[in-house]
């Protein structure tokens, strides 16, 4: 049986999330959360997904049909937070320049002087970003990993927190380029909207009808405060043994038989940070394999390329993922351990893994 590491043999066990810190982070996640909700209608989900790659320190990449609300979530989300914030709008003539910046020379003073683009803010927003060329794509592709930008062999730190927050139309649709595999790879999650419920889509035309959520929408988070969270995450808990789950859900991917393209290395970093960061949205200062199962599909399908076999029998890359969960074991606790959970505060039966 597989046991989590025992956080008590080694000097003690931290302080509870919930106090200090956590009260922090619980309190400045909820102002968020509730902004971003009262103008996204009944989609908590994808609400707490959004604010868990924020904290996680990733990129967000929305797919959907037009007008479900996506570029509305992403605006959201940036208006939410007092930071700086740029929208650019993909199109097909937009060039590579216009994202990272160029350098231009200055007859007075007789040198280059470096005008930043539109990468250069703490939240961008890329609106319908698969309708540019692959070429102005690849553009990202530093600022998305370092988080830097470099211009004639000049290197120009990007802002913190720094969030890339995309929205793209399903590849069937006109005017769209697919992603190439390294830009998918470098977004943490992906998500789909969907179409509302009759209600919500009813409450949608009681309160959007006349005005525009977005202009009544004020910052209810400093900048400052999302890097203390950022950070504050960054010491969540990790076992040994959810490490390894994580790392075999991933690895299932690149050897099954519907998978022409399994997640890379990186998707495993990406899936543990999110795993933290949904934890700490918990309450909690470790993470469980729940956290891992959860975020599973958002965080891995979007890398995955089904064969083209598995695509002929209408396979998705998200029905494989959901299948490696079922198949791969999750990792067992010792009594001693489901014990310490109790101890922690859990009134009830521990999470599953814990």
């Known amino acids: 049986m597989t046991t989590y590491d025992d956080r008590a043999s080694r000097g ?22 509730r902004s971003v ?22 990129h967000l990449l929305i797919e959907d049909v037009p007008g479900v609300g996506k570029t509305m979530l992403a605006k959201a989300l940036a208006r939410s937070i007092d930071c700086s914030v740029r929208r650019i709008q993909f199109t097909p003539d937009l060039l590579p320049s216009d994202i990272t910046g160029v350098s231009i020379w200055d007859q007075q003073r007789r040198d280059f002087e470096f005008k930043p683009g539109a990468i250069f803010a703490q939240i961008v927003i890329g609106d319908e970003i698969n309708r540019a060329s692959p070429k102005t794509q690849s553009a ?17 730190e990007l802002p913190s927190p720094f969030m890339v927050v995309a929205t793209q139309n399903p590849v069937e649709m006109e005017g769209t380029y697919p992603l190439p595999e390294a830009q998918r790879d470098r977004f943490m999650a992906r998500v789909s909207i969907g179409y ?20 009544d929408l004020q910052p209810v988070a400093h900048a400052h405060e999302i890097v203390k969270l950022v950070e504050a995450v960054r010491g969540v808990y990790v076992a040994e043994a959810v490490r390894r789950y994580a790392v075999d859900l991933v690895a299932a991917t690149r050897t099954h038989p519907d ?3 399994g997640a890379s290395p990186r998707a495993t970093l990406h899936l543990l940070r999110a795993a933290k960061a949904s934890a700490a949205l ?29 695509q002929l029998g209408r396979r998705t890359a ?15 606790a010792s009594q001693r351990q489901t014990g310490l959970a109790m101890d922690r505060g859990y009134a009830h039966e521990p999470p599953r893994g814990l």
């Open 12 to 33: 003690g066990l931290p302080a509870r999330a919930g106090s200090g810190a956590g009260d922090d982070l619980t309190t400045t996640v909820e102002r968020v959360r």
């Open 37 to 58: 909700e009262g103008v996204i209608e009944g989609k908590p989900d994808i609400v707490r997904l959004s604010l868990t790659v924020l904290l996680a320190e990733g």
């Open 140 to 156: 990202l592709l530093e600022s998305m990993e370092e988080r830097q930008v470099t211009i004639d062999g000049q290197t120009h």
């Open 196 to 215: 509302p419920s009759p209600d919500a889509e009813l409450q949608m035309l009681d309160v959007h009808g006349g005005v525009n959520p977005l202009d």
């Open 259 to 261: 998978l022409r393209l």
């Open 282 to 310: 918990e309450g909690r200062d470790y993470a469980l394999p729940d956290d891992v199962q959860a975020l599973a599909v958002a965080v891995l399908a979007h890398r995955l390329l089904p064969t083209a076999q598995a």
């Open 318 to 332: 998200e029905q494989v993922v959901q299948e490696i969960l079922q198949q791969t074991p999750v990792p067992a």
